[in-house]
C-alpha cells in the first residue's frame, strides 16, 4: 500500500466517523427531546391538579405548601424547556 493510498483510506475513515458522530448526536436530541415532551405533559398534569388544589384550599399552612409544589414545577418546566438546546446544539 502506497502513503496516497493510506492517506485516503484515512481521509475517509475519518469522513465516515465524522458524519456517523453527527448522525448519533442527532438521534440522541430527538431521543431527548421526545422524553422531554413526555415528561413536560406530566409537569403540566402536575401543575393542573395543584392549581386546583390551591383554589379550594383553605388551610394556611396546606397553601404553602402547594405554593411551593407549583412553583417547583414551574422551574422544572422551564428547565426542561431549555434541554436539547443546553445539552446538544443543532446540526
Known sequence: ???QEEWSIRQ??????????????????H????RRWQV????DSAQEV???????EQDASRREALETIRDT???VHRALARIPEDLIPAF
Open 50 to 56: 395543584t392549581a386546583r388544589l390551591l383554589h379550594t
Open 40 to 43: 413536560m405533559l406530566e409537569v
Open 1 to 3: 500500500m502506497t502513503g
Open 73 to 75: 414545577l414551574d422551574r
Open 12 to 29: 475517509r475513515l475519518h469522513q465516515a466517523f465524522s458524519e456517523g458522530q453527527v448522525d448519533l448526536l442527532r438521534m440522541l436530541r
Open 31 to 34: 431521543e431527548l427531546s421526545d
